[in-house]
């Protein structure tokens, strides 16, 4: 049956295409969900209508349970059928049975959906829609491909499709296109995105942050963090080794981490503005920095198998945590989703960079619908809108703006490349350009070149934590060249400078890590006599 309902949805996908590539989303092909039995619900609801120009008449109030999670009941019976019934009345979509007898869109004016935060985001598991296994207990979160829980959004990805079985995932038609939904003629999916997440006040600013750089662009480092776990788990790093590519061509200073822990605890990451990394159960590294914040408008993603289960929080698991600390957006998972029916992020970067909304690209990464992934964020944000000028006049953007001008003019010239971003970085004494530089060079296998630039930037950073960054860089070198003692040796030579710094932290992590300490000795009890 899954695979029935799947060919019938990729049908309907497949008529009337024109030119691929993004286009402008408009205000009439979005509706607005929020919960009208909770007043700040509706003034978030209100606030976002306003911001993006949708009309009244497309934002819709149902009185929703209040809790993070509903049952399939509850569901079914609160949310989806009267939502249902609105776009059939408001005449949103036109629906007819397709060839295999299931009633969905078959011509739609709406093309996506926006949960505010008060509307529940995941519905719970029947613990009858798994088998019994013997002489194993059947519970509500233990992990199957055959259970009924599922995210919110994902479900209403589906609202105008009656009828699909629910036990287990079906396949997104969306997956992998590289069309605009406004190009298709019509869409038996809707693209959902949520403004949620710790508090209504971090949900405003979302979306001031989404229209406010949209207009300027997005700017600033890439933190990749690979998580090198072994068998079955290498499809994760491709993602994030193929985002490291990406960045390398359009000129986007990346600092990879490609050892199996994560960024270590108090790692000293500033400017951010790309993070992509795994695979850790609970916040850590940079965002134990009480200073940290990402740049404005940050896209940050962290794989884990519940990293929304408790987005509402703003210290559990890394949703929440990471919208907390100044990400714009971010994609996740409310239960256990299975490594390949996440959102797949090098197809995410991909698409945003080529200047497609994060709605859309969220949509076009994800092979699995009415499962478990969710979209947190403005879903009509384009952090790379190709409207957006290189101004070298920009002050606070202006190193990144230059470092992505020279890249775009000599990408295919590297010796040019680089001697003119050198000089740039001379001239404006700045240190970011000196270390985007040595991670280039690192990336090239010019290790020397690397030690070089990173010394650099360090003597033209006046920041003691991008300084501290720097140093970090060196030990990697060592790390990765297998000179452990000339790591341990620098480390130990740098922790009495920074030791006041939380970031400083970082130095004795990495201690533990590259020569940690022998163990206790056995404490042997007397005998007694």
Request: hydrophobic share 40%; with cysteine.
């Amino acid at each position: 049956m899954n695979r029935l309902t799947s060919t019938l949805l990729a049908l309907a996908l497949g008529t009337g295409l024109a030119a691929a590539g993004p286009r402008a989303i408009t205000p009439e092909a979005v509706v607005v969900l929020y919960n009208s039995t909770e007043d700040e619900s509706e003034d978030l609801a209100q606030h976002y209508a306003k911001a993006r120009e949708i009309p009244k008449e497309n934002v819709v109030g149902l009185p929703l349970p209040t809790t993070d999670e509903m049952s399939r009941v509850d569901f079914d019976a609160k949310l989806r059928d009267p939502l249902r019934k609105i776009f059939d009345q408001r005449g949103w979509w036109k629906r007819a049975k397709g060839a295999s007898g299931l009633v969905q869109p078959v011509s739609n004016k709406v093309r996506f959906l926006v949960t505010m935060r008060g509307v529940p985001f995941k519905v719970a598991r029947t613990p009858e829609s798994i088998p019994e296994q013997k002489g194993k207990k059947r519970t509500h979160y233990s992990p199957s491909v055959e259970g009924d829980e599922a995210s919110v959004d994902s479900e209403l990805s589906l609202l105008g499709v009656e009828g699909y079985p629910i036990k287990g995932h079906l396949n997104n038609p969306y997956f992998r296109k590289d069309d605009s939904v406004m190009s298709l003629e019509s869409t038996p999916f809707l693209v959902v995105g949520r403004l949620d997440g710790p508090s209504f006040a971090l949900c405003t600013r979302l979306i001031d942050d989404a229209v406010a750089i949209e207009r300027e662009g997005l700017w600033g480092m890439a933190y990749l963090d690979l998580a090198r776990k072994g068998a079955g788990y290498e499809a994760g790093d491709n993602w994030i080794e193929t985002i490291a590519k990406m960045n390398k061509r359009a000129g986007i200073p990346s600092v990879i981490d490609r050892h199996r822990d994560t960024f270590v605890t108090n790692y000293p990451m500033r400017e951010a503005a790309i993070y992509f990394g795994w695979y850790a159960h609970n916040r850590n590294g940079p965002l134990l920095n009480p200073g940290f914040n990402f740049r404005r408008g940050a896209v940050a993603v962290h794989l884990h198998s519940f990293s929304a289960y408790e987005l509402r929080h703003p210290q559990k698991r890394w949703s929440g945590p990471l919208l907390n600390r100044g990400a714009a957006a971010t994609v996740g998972n409310v239960y256990e989703p299975f490594l390949q029916l996440t959102h797949h992020f090098d197809i995410l970067y991909q698409r945003l960079l080529q200047g497609y909304t994060i709605g859309e690209a969220a949509a076009m990464s994800i092979s699995a619908l009415s499962w478990q992934g969710v979209l947190l964020g403005d879903p009509l944000y384009r952090p790379f809108s190709s409207e957006v000028a290189t101004d070298l006049k920009a002050g606070e953007n202006l190193e990144f703006m230059t470092l992505r001008k020279g890249f775009n003019q000599w990408k295919d010239d590297p010796e040019t490349l680089v001697t003119k971003l050198r000089s740039a970085a001379n001239k404006l004494r700045s240190g970011f350009l000196f270390e985007a530089l040595g991670l280039l060079a690192r990336e090239n296998g010019e290790e020397e070149q690397a030690a070089a630039f990173f010394k650099s930037a360090r003597d033209m950073f006046l920041n003691e934590v991008d300084k501290l960054r720097q140093d970090l860089h060196q030990v990697d070198l060592h790390r990765t060249t297998g000179d452990k003692n000339s790591a341990i040796l620098l480390l130990r030579k740098i922790e009495p400078r920074y030791a006041k710094l939380p970031e400083g932290k970082s130095i004795t992590a990495l201690l533990n890590i590259i020569n940690p300490p022998a163990p206790p000795p056995v404490k042997v009890e007397p005998k007694k006599k």
